[in-house]
Nanobody, 126 residues
Framework: QVQLVESGGGLVQAGGSLRLSCAASGRTFSSYTVGWFRQAPGKEREFVAAIIWSGGSTFYADSVKGRFTISRDNANNTVYLQMNSLKPEDTAVYYC???????????????????WGQGTQVTVSS
């Protein structure tokens, strides 16, 4: 079993930055795919970014490309989501998710992920 704990959410003004963290316990992330999803009130959960742990390939939703960066810290078994130039439409609960395999062909499907964190709220004011 893998337990995922997100942190780093909060309230920020438009144009500001936040860094989310996803720490894993129970297993190391080696050979995993780790993704970030978000869900705004009244909307479906949507893919934000993903990273293939071995090799480090990254993937982004078009809406965040160029503003968000996903990265990994091998030593601390942690994945980060650096969010810059935040917009009010980025407001959502952000979830970290993990799959114990390379899902580079389906990283945007939340059904492909086996483990989920509890979520962290990100609010961007205009």
């Amino acid at each position: 079993q893998v337990q995922l704990v997100e942190s780093g959410g909060g309230l920020v003004q438009a144009g500001g930055s936040l860094r989310l963290s996803c720490a894993a316990s129970g297993r190391t992330f080696s050979s995993y795919t780790v993704g970030w999803f978000r869900q705004a009130p009244g909307k479906e959960r949507e893919f934000v970014a993903a990273i293939i742990w071995s090799g480090g390939s990254t993937f982004y939703a078009d809406s965040v490309k160029g503003r968000f960066t996903i990265s990994r810290d091998n030593a601390n078994n942690t994945v980060y989501l650096q969010m810059n130039s935040l917009k009010p439409e980025d407001t959502a609960v952000y979830y970290c998710a993990a799959a114990p395999r390379d899902i580079s062909g389906a990283y945007y499907y939340y059904d492909e992920y086996d483990y989920w964190g509890q979520g962290t709220q990100v609010t961007v004011s205009s």
